[in-house]
């Protein structure tokens, strides 16, 4: 029974149980029902992926309305893929979430923190697992409204998580509402939402229509995917939101966005040559170049450990755009290994700043001084991630680096390959930054405590994973290698 | 133990050491028997490899496949083996005096650096065993960052900023340079298997082999080739042990190993002859005069010695850069010629530091009287590395010689006559100033014996011990260099010994 509905289970358990978390009064308790209900999705999810990796694309339709007419879930290896990232990377939040909001937030205000985070979650799996492109814009504005609200809560500790939420929701809002605009356009001239049938419909639309609709799609997610210059809101939503929240929307939140761009791109965007489309693939590689180096800068000259890292993601974004830009089954491949990839790495490195933020109460780059005496483990796993981001081998970096360089190369494209070797300089100056500062002398007053057990599974798992698939690479090349495969050979 | 086995545990057991090391922190005396243990263990282990080495016989070990086609794989051949026994037979001459020096200096950290030492060790194995340019690449990138603690040692900021600067001039040339031709290898030849005879003949025109090459010599930073070169003096900020092992041996060695290794495996010796590496010959040359002469001009010491490296090491990229078996055979003379000696130097400039708390050549005058021993070995290790008879470093500058006039470089002839000339001149002063100067002599700022704040400790006995070992181990190998030529020739196609 499990099996047959574990599609719509995935998105339905935490979207239900989000509401009886808020309810809940002892925040301990909310905390572990997190926890709990995290973990089953993740089991879900993981059921999903076992079924989907034989190529089967698993169809159910909500309520017993076949498609077209009614909603479609439909899973295919991506969607199962990428719902087992979030739900993982919301169950290994979910083990040092409570002890992170300790001292920030008051106990009672946690369980609607929690439903928040669980809300963001459903939502987050709703867009990956949906067949039906409204239904995306539907689970879109529930992850984005709770987003808001989880920034908002890191007020807490710090008041510019206020603007910073704020930034979110003016920039959040229009970026959904460009997206619904373009499937407005779509859907006069198509008839359909189910995303499969668009795609077959969209070959007989009339062009302008199509060019119009999908470049406003292209805006609203290039808004949420943190496209230069489209980037604002993201640093200081990652900075300002209460650290375990910002470690979730490291892993998730833009990682999401490239999955829509890698799923529309079968139908919405990239079909070059053909009179009537707007090549978008063209436009990836110099928006992903400029986030590479233009992410890296700023990284270099931050203030804040968190805000650098901000900036490093969108550096990281910028690889995974050029990769996608490269296009094939090796450009999606590529991309793909380095959507996961990163999202290990980075949320990583994040949960250990979360970690040192609840022993140090901040994570400004001159209050890391003392770190490498105070806090060995963390500071260890903050230099292993940042070896990551450089690419130095034996990392899942160095995978996610090479397999993008080797396929510029192959295809002589020296301005990627360039910009990538180049930008990975750029990359050991803001990472030794973290060393440095880390190695300083110690101020007095600095507690010798180090991580907080809480933290130690998830960041010991993440940290075992970024060098574990620096080494045996095969199993993610395979997964990448497949869903690209499916992606493009599945294509309508 | 197969051979497998043996390569294995080469590297495994140092890693093994760093990690006991660690655990046994808390008591000093434990720690360094675990290290002089992890040390006599490894010389064990590779003289087995060495003594059990049969090309006919020598399979590959794949141990991981980081992406298809980009294995780590291990393989012994001569060159590495040549090597590795060199980084492995000065290790526990090392431990012996760090444990000297670091207790006399009373250093913070030391548990961080015997542990850093013995992977730093680990990393030097695997570049000697790998078995191909991938695993190659990756053990040096390690071998960077575990080096990193070692010489960010005293963390004041003068260390602090010399190790930016070896960290910066290390990654960025492998990253960008080194990776970029390790890529264009790769997409050019199909493989980055070391291959006797090499992979690149006829894959790429000898322009682009001209280019490739010269890519690799300055994305190998670690060989210090002039203009890139400035991270060895930075790094001299290190404990002196450091820069005796790592910047006589495992480093900067595992950078000219690293070269030698793709003009043998991954060129062709031939490949190079023919004319690609002529342009490398005028740098390296270049590099060998001009690192020479700024060599003289500096007062401190370890500054003076890694100046000396530089130089010193530009003559195995000049003996790559000729490509041909003689001057290949010369190359890996030097190696460990050079290893034997600059150790001997660094300890000598340690133990003058301990001693007499002086780092300046103007400041120790008259010392040689209190040092007689250590001052003798260093005159051995200054006469070795200029390359005179009857020292060990005499053979690799002769066959440097014979292998640059068989190809008619008459003005290479005179370089090398006039580095040795130069070595002489940058070395020799030292050994002078301390034996025959009378204290005070020329230097106007001399204070009266005795009037130091600290006070001269006596040399702790585990500080002289290895400067005079290594100086005798300078004699042996004059005897001894026929036999490394010997086993290395079958690898390199040298025929019958000149």
């Keep these: 029974m499990i099996a047959q509905h574990a599609a719509v289970l995935v998105v339905v358990l935490p979207l239900l149980c989000a509401p009886l978390v808020a309810l809940l009064r002892d925040a301990r308790i909310a905390g572990a029902a997190v926890l709990i209900i995290a973990a089953l999705d993740a089991a879900l999810a993981t059921l999903l992926l076992c079924q989907t990796l034989d190529g089967t694309v698993i169809s159910y339709a909500l309520g017993n309305w076949a498609p077209p007419i009614g909603i479609e879930y439909r899973i295919d290896l991506l969607a199962a893929a990428m719902a087992c990232l979030l739900s993982y990377a919301a169950t290994l939040v979910a083990l040092f979430l409570p002890v992170s909001l300790r001292g920030t937030i008051a106990p009672g205000d946690q369980p609607r923190l929690f439903a928040a985070f669980l809300l963001c979650l459903a939502g987050l799996v709703g867009i990956v697992v949906t067949g039906d492109i409204f239904n995306v814009f539907v689970f879109l504005e529930i992850s984005s409204l709770s987003t808001y609200v989880l920034i908002a809560m890191g007020a807490g500790a710090d008041r510019r998580a206020l603007t910073a939420a704020f930034d979110y929701l003016v920039l959040g809002a229009t970026g959904a509402t460009f997206f619904v605009i373009g499937i407005a356009f779509l859907y006069v001239v198509t008839g359909t939402l189910n995303m499969a049938d668009l795609g077959e419909r969209m070959a007989t639309a009339p062009k302008r229509a199509v060019i119009v609709g999908s470049s406003f799609i292209f805006v609203g997610i290039a808004l949420k995917a943190a496209m230069l210059p489209l980037h604002r809101w993201m640093p200081n939503a990652y900075a300002y939101a209460p650290a375990g929240i910002g470690t979730f929307l490291a892993m998730t939140a833009t990682k999401v966005s490239i999955y829509l761009l890698i799923r529309m791109s079968d139908f919405v965007f990239d079909t070059p040559g053909e009179i009537g489309r707007v090549n978008f693939a063209a436009l990836l590689p110099p928006i992903g170049l400029a986030m590479l180096v233009a992410g890296s800068v700023i990284a270099v000259t931050t203030k804040d450990l968190r805000r650098l890292l901000a900036y490093s993601s969108i550096a990281n974004l910028g690889l995974m755009l050029v990769a996608l830009g490269l296009g094939g089954i090796a450009g999606i491949a590529a991309a793909l290994v380095n959507l996961f990839n990163h999202a290990i790495i980075k949320g990583g490195m994040f949960a250990t700043t979360a970690a040192v933020l609840h022993r140090r109460g901040t994570t400004r780059m001159d209050a890391l001084a003392g770190l490498s005496r105070d806090m060995p483990v963390a500071f260890g796993f903050l230099v292993l991630g940042g070896l990551a981001l450089i690419g130095v081998p034996l990392t899942a970096g160095f995978v996610s680096k090479l397999l993008v360089v080797k396929l510029a190369f192959e295809q002589a494209n020296w301005l990627v390959v360039g910009g990538v070797m180049l930008t990975s300089l750029i990359t050991v100056a803001y990472v030794w930054r973290i060393v440095e500062a880390g190695m300083a002398a110690p101020a007095k007053t600095a507690p010798r405590h180090d991580l907080h057990p809480a933290f130690l599974l998830p960041v010991g798992l993440l940290g075992a994973a970024t060098i574990g698939l620096g080494i045996w690479s095969e199993p993610m090349l395979t997964l990448a290698g497949r869903i690209a495969a499916q992606m493009i050979g599945g294509a309508p | ?498």
């Design chain 2, 1 to 498: 133990m197969s051979p497998h086995d043996l390569m294995l545990t080469a590297i495994l057991l140092p890693l093994a050491t760093a990690l006991l090391i660690a655990l046994t922190g808390r008591s000093p005396n434990i720690r360094e028997a675990v290290t002089l243990a992890g040390a006599a263990g490894l010389a064990v282990t590779v003289y087995e490899l060495i003594a059990g080495f049969d090309a006919a016989t020598a399979q590959p070990l794949v141990i991981a496949e980081i992406l298809p086609g980009f294995a780590l794989m291990l393989r012994a051949e001569p060159i590495g083996l040549v090597f590795a026994g060199v980084a492995a037979g000065l290790w526990g001459l090392n431990s012996l005096y760090s444990i000297g020096y670091m207790r006399a200096e009373h250093a913070p950290r030391q548990t961080r650096f015997y542990a850093c030492f013995a992977l730093a060790l680990s990393a030097a194995m695997a570049i000697a065993m790998a078995g191909t340019l991938a695993t190659l690449f990756v053990a040096y990138e390690v071998l960077t960052l575990v080096t990193y603690p070692l010489v960010v040692h005293w963390q004041t900021e003068g260390a602090i900023a010399g190790a930016r600067r070896y960290l910066a001039y290390l990654l960025a040339t492998s990253l960008v340079p080194f990776l970029g031709a390790i890529l264009w290898t790769w997409i050019a030849a199909g493989t980055l298997d070391f291959t006797p005879g090499g992979i690149l003949d006829g894959k790429l025109g000898d322009g682009l082999l001209t280019v490739l090459l010269l890519l690799f010599a300055y994305g190998v930073g670690k060989a210090a080739l002039m203009p890139l070169h400035g991270w060895l003096p930075a790094a001299m900020v290190a404990p002196t042990p450091v820069s005796a092992l790592l910047h006589a041996v495992a480093v900067v060695k595992a950078g000219v190993f690293t070269l030698l290794k793709i003009a043998v495996y991954i060129f062709g010796i031939d490949v190079i002859g023919r004319g690609v590496g002529d342009v490398l010959i005028v740098i390296a040359a270049a590099s060998v005069i001009a690192a020479s002469v700024i060599a003289m001009t500096k007062d401190d010491l370890k500054a003076r010695l890694a100046y000396s490296t530089v130089a010193q090491l530009a003559m195995v990229t000049l003996a790559v850069a000729i490509g041909s078996p003689l001057a290949i055979g010369a190359g890996i003379l030097q190696l460990v010629m050079h290893a034997w000696g600059k150790i001997t130097l660094f300890f000598g400039a340690g133990a003058i530091q301990i001693a007499t708390h002086k780092k300046k050549l103007s400041e120790i005058s008259g010392i040689g009287v209190k040092l007689p021993l250590l001052m003798a070995s260093f005159l051995v290790g200054s006469l070795s590395v200029a390359g005179l008879p009857p020292f060990g470093g005499m053979w690799p500058k002769f066959l440097l010689l014979e292998a640059a006039s068989a190809r008619d470089l008459y003005l290479l002839v005179g370089c090398l006559g006039l580095s040795t000339l130069l070595t002489l001149g940058y070395l020799v002063p030292i050994f002078v100033t301390a034996v025959f100067r009378k204290p005070g002599e020329d230097d106007p700022h001399a204070l009266p014996e005795g009037d130091h704040g600290h006070g001269d400790g006596p040399l702790p006995l585990l500080a002289l011990i290895p400067p005079v070992v290594t100086a005798a181990g300078c004699v042996v190998l004059f005897v001894a260099a026929p036999a490394i030529l010997r086993f290395v020739a079958p690898a390199i196609g040298l025929g019958a010994l000149p």
